[in-house]
């Protein structure tokens, strides 16, 4: 059955343990349907890995309505900013697609490592084996947890704004795929590339040279981004013809405040956003 947008609860931008959520697709499944979400899309960074798992688990439950859609987030750089591509509809990649995929998982791998030894080489609790035999996920995120979990930080937060984040003491630089280049695979397979969280990452300014290279909407709801943000964004998604989209972007409770189905996008926006739909 269809469900009455009006009424709908949805959420676009979530993460698993399949890139550096917490929980198991299977878990998010279960907790959405108990949400009574209408839609749902998971979206790992640089993986249809959480996606796929979600879906194959989805397929064998009966009494339920929740649709989902597939996604992925692209981690990108452009002139040296980092710029996050939510990529929606695409269930397969090209060969091509998938091996750049795989490179951004190797660089962010070996990166996080190198921030790991120089935690460790700074006296923090930290060594690549203990590290290794202890996380789900290789990223910042999960270095973050394992010194929380060590009682040398209170927050992830605390160790993306004192130690591993952009202009921190043990901040690695990482190459990305290059944005436009991003953007033109995204659309030549099919996919409805949207920017996520533009202003939360200072990246507005770069809205209109991605339209020229297929994006088709912005992520104007986003759990850090203030209601003028997102009215800002929603009145330049208006006068560019483009969509609208919102989500939690949520990790578990550690990343960002927003929690599972808790983002609320207009009903308008809603629709025409499952109209793009290629499929
Ligand atoms: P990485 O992919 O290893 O570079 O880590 C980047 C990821 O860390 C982002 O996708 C966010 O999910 C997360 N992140 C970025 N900034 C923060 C922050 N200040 N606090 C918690 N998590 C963050
Ligand atoms: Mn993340
Ligand atoms: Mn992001
Ligand atoms: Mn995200």
């Known amino acids: 059955m269809e469900p009455d947008l009006t009424e709908c609860r949805t959420d676009f931008h979530v993460h698993t343990n399949r890139s550096d959520g917490r929980m198991d697709p299977t878990w998010v499944i279960d907790r959405a349907v108990e949400l009574g979400l209408g839609y749902l899309s998971i979206t790992d960074h640089d993986t249809l890995d959480g996606y796929r798992a979600a879906a194959a688990y989805l397929d064998g439950l009966a009494n339920t309505d929740l649709k989902l859609i597939p ?49 460790e080489a700074a006296g923090y609790p930290i060594s690549r084996s203990e590290f290794i035999e202890a996380t789900e996920s290789i990223n910042r995120t999960a270095i973050g947890r394992f010194l929380v979990a060590r009682g040398a930080l209170m927050s992830v937060g605390e160790g993306f704004d004192t130690l591993f984040g952009d202009g921190c003491p043990y901040f690695v630089p990482r190459d990305d795929m290059d944005t436009f280049h991003a953007l033109d695979l995204a659309s030549s397979e099919g996919g409805i590339a949207i920017i996520a969280h533009p202003a939360l990452y200072h990246v507005v300014d770069l809205i209109e040279p991605c339209v020229r290279h297929g994006l088709r909407g912005v992520e104007a709801y986003h759990s850090e981004q203030s209601t003028a943000e997102s009215d800002m964004l929603v009145a330049m998604a208006q006068s560019q013809g483009l969509l609208v989209t919102g989500g939690s972007d949520w990790h578990q409770d550690d990343v960002h405040p927003a929690t599972l189905g808790s983002i609320k996008i207009p009903s308008q926006f809603l629709e025409e956003f499952l109209d793009a739909d290629p499929r």
């Open 71 to 119: 996604g992925i987030e692209l981690s990108t750089r452009t002139d040296g900013r980092d710029v996050h591509i939510l990529v929606y509809y695409l269930d397969r990649l090209s060969d091509e697609f998938e091996r750049e995929l795989r490179e951004t998982i190797s660089r962010r791998t070996e990166r996080s490592l190198e921030i790991v030894d120089e935690l």
